[in-house]
């Protein structure tokens, strides 16, 4: 972040853009004068706070969109009932499960 920082400052480009160009994701950046906290959502274990030239700066991976979970019971799954939890034609996204509980 040290050096996306000093070219950032040599060359008039943005930290978010080298950051992004290094890791092939999207980030946010929050830059202040002083110390802070921040709570913030971010994606994976992409995420760096530093103190640089008198500045801190924080970036973080732009949190991404998580794919929708369902959780059903394992008789109910396995049941004649659970075609219609599945696309008949196949082009839809497939959706995840979590099966849980004894099966009978």
């Known amino acids: 972040m040290e ?25 946010e950046t929050i830059a202040a004068h002083r110390d802070f906290v921040a709570k913030v959502n971010f994606a994976g274990d992409l995420n760096c706070k530093i103190e640089i030239d008198g500045k801190f700066i924080l970036a973080y991976a732009t949190p991404q969109n998580e794919k929708e979970v369902n959780i059903i019971d394992a008789n109910s799954f396995f049941s004649g009932d659970a075609d219609e939890l599945f696309d008949t034609n196949g082009t839809e996204s497939k959706p995840t499960y979590i099966v849980y509980g004894p099966i009978r």
């Not at 950032?8 to 999207?26: M, P, Q, R, V």
């Open 3 to 27: 050096m996306a920082y000093i070219a950032a400052k040599s060359e008039g480009i943005s930290l978010c853009n080298a950051t992004e160009e290094k890791f092939k994701t999207s980030f």
